[in-house]
């Protein structure tokens, strides 16, 4: 079902502030998927987009195994809302900023938590790439505070499918919702070194946090067609720190990230140019899926016996 919801365009994080930017909200569409029988209030899923996505054959095909599992699942687009869905990743990378994903996943909680199909205080973010990062960012409640106006509104949970490890935070106070993460020991892309830093960060704030770890599996493990492919480009020495009032600093030479351009600095300073490999593994993806169940169902044990096998 297409749908769309009110959203904000905030380029910086302090963008949102602007109360102009209040009175000009944009237009969000998004897929919606319901359940064979909704009509008692469901568990829901908020599906936060990798660069590549919304593809057919991973957030949508998610969107409807949550489906068929009783939940209702919403994927929004935010490469459409701002003209970008017919850009390359590089593009929208560069274009499409976590605030704006943020604003984004907020206003999906929003829209989910208003529909009579919904449970409200039982609405999940699970997010794959970028979109991990983005569901592991809101759990932070200094960002939730931010982009959600709320007080009683926050995700029930968070899920990342091999999130990027760029951002840590000097406050890593958390809303408290449980946190699975899913990173792959091969997986250029993501440092596991500061995959397991921002777990522990998420731990001390607030959260109970699962960090299982696929040993011989690459980025986009679950990919479809199996084969293999490469990106010229890999963020995992992409490190920024947040401090306390919001401001953000690359970590290596403490210069501030004001704007697009010295964002781009940062980019061109940190990113490798040896890239990393995208390739299917069968075994991760079985067992990832597992855990994703397991995990949203709150079915404790047999989450815990899935991570453990694979830390």
């Known amino acids: 079902m297409h749908v769309s919801f009110p959203t904000l365009n905030p380029r910086r994080k302090y963008d949102i502030r602007d109360p102009e930017m209040h009175g000009r909200p944009l237009d969000c569409p998004g897929a919606l998927f319901l359940p064979p029988q909704p009509a008692t209030p469901r568990p829901a899923v908020v599906i936060a987009l990798g660069l590549s996505g919304p593809k057919r054959d ?22 459409a809302a701002r003209g970008a ?3 390359s990743d590089l593009v929208r990378a560069l274009w499409i900023t976590p605030s704006m994903m943020l604003a984004d996943a907020f206003a999906a909680l929003r829209f989910l938590s208003r529909r009579p199909e919904v449970d409200r205080d039982n609405i999940a973010i699970l997010g ?3 979109g991990g990062m983005i569901s592991v960012l809101a759990a932070y409640e200094q960002v939730r505070k931010h982009f959600c106006r709320e007080k009683d509104l926050r995700f029930a949970s968070h899920v990342s499918y091999y999130g990027c490890s760029i951002p840590r935070f000097d406050d890593p106070t958390t809303t408290g919702a449980p946190v699975l993460m899913l990173v792959g020991r091969l997986d250029r892309n993501v440092s596991i070194k500061r995959s397991r830093q921002i ?16 040993e011989d599996s690459y980025h986009q493990w679950d990919r479809v067609p199996a084969g ?12 920024l720190r947040i401090a306390c009032d919001g401001s953000a600093r690359d970590e290596r030479t403490g210069l501030p990230i004001a704007g697009t351009p010295s ?5 061109a300073r940190n990113a490798r140019l040896r890239g990393y490999t995208m390739l299917r593994d ?13 995990f949203l169902a709150r079915d404790e044990r047999s989450a815990a016996t899935s991570i453990s096998s694979e830390r």
Not at 199 to 214: C, E, I, P, Q, Y
């Open 199 to 214: 777990a522990d960060d998420l731990r001390r704030g607030g959260s109970d946090v699962r960090f299982a770890l696929f």
């Open 282 to 294: 069968e075994k991760a993806a079985r067992r990832s899926d597992e855990m994703l169940f397991a």
């Open 228 to 239: 293999p492919e490469s990106v010229f480009y890999a963020l995992a020495d992409c490190h």
């Open 128 to 130: 794959f790439s970028y």
């Open 58 to 79: 991973r957030e949508l095909r998610y969107a409807e195994k949550l489906a068929q599992r009783g939940y209702v699942a919403l994927v929004p687009n935010s490469y």
């Open 263 to 267: 964002y781009l600095l940062f980019l």
């Open 85 to 87: 869905d017919r850009h």
